[in-house]
């Protein structure tokens, strides 16, 4: 646990040592440069999420969690990776309707995204970069951690809310709680990121495609509008989910050694 934790605290140290030497060295351009001496508003945002998504990964790398075992990388059967992928989607799914249903909670990164959005640079960043960073971080390094120490089913739950708590955002945690919890029973039954990074980049390129295709849309019923569609969606989403877990959970099924001390 202890580990797990200190692999994220990292994270958020390096996300915060190159926001502030990135955000110094913008400042000090614009001053010197630009004609009104302040810095143009998201001037900063996609190179901080460059710096940091780069340094992190070096990070991992010397850690040795970037290494190729031969199953980290591999997308094993067919079938093993159509359903991994089929129940993210019904995951990503089940997941926006359950968080639909709450209360609606503050967005304290709406800004920052729209900044990243205003350019290819930063729509790579978070559709592609990362989500592969977070998958090596919160799957292979955080998850194989907790797989080492902890019960299964207990390992993979304070790697689902560990990873909602990551995010901060308040709009964010419940949504990345339960596709966190989904994502790490996944790595632990596949023992393989690719699935896991294909739903996390499926995840994150819906979200970039609602805020610029449709930025009046606030929630799916807005959206779909016709009542039946609505609420027929998120019932096939959970049965394509409830099929990949049992698919994937049967005996037989790819599963990693896990080593437990307790």
């Known amino acids: 646990m202890k580990k797990a934790i200190l692999l994220i605290v990292a994270y ?3 996300q915060l040592l190159c926001g502030v030497l990135i955000g110094a060295g913008v400042n ?8 009104t001496g302040a810095a143009p508003l998201g001037m900063a945002s996609v ?11 070096l990070v991992l790398w010397k850690l040795g969690y970037l290494k190729n075992d031969g199953r980290a990388y591999a997308t094993g059967s067919p079938g093993q990776l159509a359903w ?13 309707y359950i968080v639909e249903l709450l209360p609606p909670l503050p967005d304290l990164m709406e800004s920052s995204f729209d900044e990243l959005q205003g350019s290819w640079v930063g729509i790579g960043c978070i559709c592609l970069l990362g989500p592969f960073l977070e998958e090596v971080l919160f799957r292979r390094a955080v998850t194989g951690e907790l797989l080492r120490h902890y019960r299964p089913w207990v390992a993979i739950g304070l790697s689902g809310v560990l990873f909602g708590l990551f995010h901060i955002n308040p709009a964010q945690i419940t949504g990345a709680v339960l596709m966190g919890v989904f994502l790490a029973w996944l790595y632990y039954r596949t023992d393989s990121l690719v699935a896991c990074t294909a739903t996390h980049i499926v995840n994150n390129s819906l979200s970039v495609w609602l805020s610029t295709a449709h930025p009046e849309v606030e929630t799916m019923r807005d959206l779909i509008g016709n009542p039946a569609l609505y609420w027929a969606l998120p019932v096939a989403g959970l049965a394509v989910m409830g099929g990949a877990v049992w698919q994937l959970g049967r005996k037989g099924a ?3 050694e896990v080593k437990t001390n307790n």
Not at 28 to 35: G, I, N, Q, R
């Open 12 to 14: 958020l140290l390096v």
């Open 28 to 35: 000090l351009y614009a001053k010197l440069f630009a004609p």
């Open 47 to 57: 190179p901080i999420m460059l710096c940091s998504l780069a340094a992190m990964l």
């Open 84 to 96: 991994g992928i089929m129940g993210g989607m019904g995951a990503i799914v089940a997941s926006t």
């Open 254 to 256: 790819a599963q990693p």
